[in-house]
């Protein structure tokens, strides 16, 4: 991170390197001796008889659960995987156990099998369980969580009491679903009988929410792309624990394993627990206690206005717009866990930050520390950040020991500090008072002043950054921690204790990742030239140990090497050469049919909806069909043909020396028909097609990946228009794609590279022909394509989600230029912004447009949404809902395009709109069409008649004009008044509008 603090410390005393010269050389030895004696028992203290057992049994039959993901199970390629394989293979290092696993991996017959005294034991097991006589039990280790799950756009569950009155999906686990019907009989339960099964029905909406547990959940969440689920609340935190289920006649192992579990310290147990839990979610999933006052105080405050110190790194700071530092990141993990709305007020220096809040135009400051003066007005939370307050001087100034030697020197300090505040309260200093912290230092360095005194971690931040290589650190203040905290208005006392529960469920471990997140301590020492021999002798003992080290690698790495090159070019479930090595073999086949002037054809090839089969069937079904699949498709072809698998459902056949395209055809015929007949799996026949696209050589293509390329073109086209079938390759498909390839690629930085920009089409008062209000439209002008249509990026950037970011850039944009002219030219112009159905998905994103309204102090009544038919059609959960907030907040609701949709009149009867927008189709041809004239007269007469302002768009001649004055239409937009246009051209015709009143 570009913004850490690196906080040095330099020592003349030639103990202090030698100290770390041990220290380093302790380390190397103990990893050493780690390295050498992990491999076998000794690292734990086992008594003779257990390492007497161990010598009498080298192998130990271990069974897993392989169905239980994320603590163990098999993975496509076959491969047993997990939480619990990993922890087994740390318990084998350690322990010398050699683990054989045992091959059955359903639940229910591992437990037979284990009566029957085939498995020693098993890895996974919950010691309540009936089935479970004859075994005796380790440590747990495994807390399994329950969690509630909802819908993204779901904003009714915060804590599990939210449940109430819900449809809730459980699976069939007996041991908590009585225990939920039991707490919340109002509940309606959804059976069904696995957490996919689970998350599947929430997020179809067939259920309100599921109670499932946390880590199987976020596996499956993550594997199905179940994007609109949320985590909403903890259910109950370890419901269910499970250990090691150990043979009974055994009881030698489990005391063994239960010192393996013991010897693996808390960082390996992290490593373990982050690779396949979700730990970020563990941590956050907390219930906070809040009171029924509490929970209705936070609904009737929607926006907090948050006051910040913007150059106060690294406890908070802003930095290319955005707020950072270790405040900033426990905003956000208060905002989440209370359901808050803390929204920084943007542009104020602290001066005007620490005035507002005076004032009650700062609601809540993040990060300050506690004064006697401050308390006259903000009340303070316990505090949550700690620094040491030090003496900053000039390297050439005499010895400072502490405040008192301050006495006679020129203080800085910055204005309205708690460092300012604590010099008040405790000392007779007169300070030099300056804006920023960085004045205040630039005054010492430059000698204008003689000493400052601030916090340790800020100080050495600038001191660094502005380079001020004269100054130092002379002396702490006083032995005392300093202590920040969270400030609020004083008329909110409720908030001060909300923010306090939250603060409170904060781990200390979640603490430690945000200050080593951005504090870090570095030691640069003075080299003492005595000690090179010491170095010296602790870097051959280094060698010596990488020499060691490499002669005990170099056996595994010979036993391994014939396996990882087949692994690196052999898909692992269907034996076909995989990615890499299919394609090294195309490029061959080029080569050599350049070289004998020949014709080659590269045949990809997508198995139709194939998700469709794992989701019914499971993966171990689909991974059946796909090994089947490959030898079809190997011995349907030619011995000069090669075919490879891609990755997923995809594979590529390279067909050589083919005379015309003919040839492939046929190919492709017999593939598509072999393909056609049944697959059989375990359960159930089933049947499947497949799309193909065929590119040849050299007509598509002279290269490997043009021709891969142009092969998957054909393949899509073939999948979208022509699904089962084969397609082959044309420049016309070509164009299409790849100019469709081409904006993506580009529209990705298209906000970074500033391209672009808002344009603003006014809109006429019909009656006395003044600009009243303006559309805000995006435009995109990128150096390579030139001005691209928004016709041909919009829908773009609402499939790959970037809409969002464009359409927050086109809100800010609008609402700050409205700022601007009515503040020059009209208070009462307004402003329409056009809404994408995909924005809807969001769930700030009534906070989101409340915050930038305030923040450009404009009044609601000004803004305008434009709705498409579009956005009503998407049955997005939760539209009604944003739409009624908006009109709560006093913004005006405009239908767009009406008349060219199926139920416009329906919407007009179910949601209450403020201005219809009668669409261009029926403007255009006003002068020439009675109907078109009927029609708009009667729209307009129907509108006014609901109270509805009338705009017509796209009025481009004078008869248009005309007619619609004289039917009463309210305002008039189009290319007769003025096409769209930047804002700096818009406001010359604001300006000439003024002139000429």
Known sequence: MGNKIIICISKQNSAYPFILI??????????????????????????????????????????????????????????????????????????????????????????????????????????????????????????????????????????????????????GYEQYKKKILTAFPSITPYQVDTVPDALNVVSLGDADVAIVPLGAAHYYRNKNVLTNLKYAALYQKHFLNESIAVRTDWPELRSILNKGLASISETEMQKLR????????????????????????????????????????????????????????????????????????????????????????????????????????????????????????????????????????????????????????????????????????????????????????????????????????????????????????????????????????????????????????????????????????????LVIIIMLWNILLNRTVRLRTSQLEYTANYDQLTALPNRFLILDRLTQRIADARHKQEKLAVMSIDLDDFKKINDALGHHAGDEILKEFAIRLKNVLPDNHCAGRLGADQFLVVQSSIHEAADSA???????????????????????????????????????????????????????????????????????????????????????????EVYYQPKINARNRRIVSFEALVRWCNSELGMVSPAEFVPIAEKNGMIENIGFFVLKEAMATLAHWQSQYDSELSMAINLSPVQFRSDDLIQVIESVMLNNGLDSRHIEFEITEGVLLTDYEGIEDKLRKLKALGITLAMDDFGTGYSSLSYLRKYKFDTLKIDREFISDLPTEESDRKLVAATIAMAHELGMTVVAEGVETEQQDAILVQQGCDLLQGWLFSKALPAAKMTELLKQQCSST
């Not at 007497?52 to 897993?64: K, T």
């Not at 169905?67 to 293979?89: A, H, I, K, M, T």
């Not at 400052?452 to 006083?478: C, D, E, H």
């Not at 497949?690 to 050589?697: D, E, N, T, V």
């Open 22 to 171: 041990l220290m380093l050389f302790s380390i190397l030895t103990c990893s050493f001796t780690s390295a050498q004696t992990s491999e076998g028992s000794d690292t734990l203290d086992l008594t003779a008889a257990e390492r007497s057992w161990l010598d009498s049994h080298p192998g130990i039959q271990v069974a897993y659960d392989g169905f239980d993901p994320p603590y163990s199970f098999v993975n496509s390629d076959g491969q047993l995987e997990g939480f619990s394989v990993d922890l087994l293979r740390v318990i084998s290092k350690k322990t010398g156990i050699r683990f054989q696993v045992y091959p059955e991996y359903k639940r229910d017959r591992i437990y037979q099998f284990a009566q029957r005294g085939q498995v020693d034991m098993v890895a996974t097991m919950v010691e309540q369980s009936d089935e479970l006589k004859g075994f005796s039990f380790t440590k747990p280790y495994i807390f399994k969580s329950l969690i509630v799950i909802s819908r993204s756009d779901d904003d009714t569950v915060h804590q599990r009491n939210d449940i109430v009155g819900k449809k809730v999906a459980m699976v």
């Open 274 to 541: 982050a690779k396949w839990l979700p730990v970020e979610y563990m941590e956050n999933l907390v219930d906070i206690n809040l009171t029924k006052a509490e929970e209705q105080w936070i609904a009737d405050h929607p926006v907090i206005r948050l006051g910040i110190d913007p150059e106060f790194a690294p406890f908070e700071y802003v930095e290319d717009g955005l707020y950072q530092g270790m405040a900033s990141d426990y905003v956000k993990l208060l905002n989440q866990r209370l359901h808050l709305n803390m929204v920084v007020v943007e542009d104020l220096e602290w001066q005007e930050v620490m005035t507002g809040a005076r004032v009650g135009r700062i609601d809540v400051l993040p990060a300050v520390g506690k004064t006697d003066e401050r308390t006259q007005f903000l009340l303070f939370t316990d505090p949550y950040l700690n620094f040491h307050r030090v003496i900053v001087t000039r390297d050439d100034e005499p010895f400072v020991s502490g405040l008192y030697d301050l006495r006679t020197l020129k203080v800085a300090l910055q204005a309205n500090t708690s460092h300012h505040g604590y010099i008040l309260e405790n000392s007779d200093i007169d300070p030099m008072l300056f804006d920023t912290l960085q004045e205040s230092l630039m005054a010492v360095s430059g000698g204008k002043a003689d000493a400052f005194v601030g916090n340790v971690a800020s100080t050495t931040y600038w001191i660094r950054k502005l380079n001020l290589t004269n100054l130092k650190i002379a002396a702490p203040v006083s032995s005392d921690v300093q202590s920040l905290h969270f400030a609020v208005r004083k008329d909110w006392p409720e908030l001060v204790s909300i923010l306090q529960k939250g603060l409170d469920s904060i781990t200390d471990q979640q603490r430690q990742e945000i200050s080593e997140k951005w504090l870090s301590f570095d030691y640069d020492a003075t080299i003492d030239y005595t000690l090179v021999w010491q170095v010296a002798a602790v870097f051959t003992i």
């Open 666 to 756: 046929a190919l492709a015929e017999r593939i598509i028909a072999d393909i056609s007949k049944q697959f059989e799996t375990s359960s159930e026949e089933i049947s499947l097609t497949a799309s193909l696209g065929i590119a040849l050589f050299p007509d598509d293509g002279a290269s490997t990946e043009l021709l891969l390329k142009h092969a998957d073109t054909a393949t899509h086209h073939a999948k979208e228009h022509m699904r089962g079938r084969y397609a082959f390759y044309t420049e016309n498909l070509n164009r299409s794609v790849s100019r469709k390839l081409e904006l993506e690629r580009y529209i990705h930085g298209a906000l970074k590279r500033n391209e672009l």
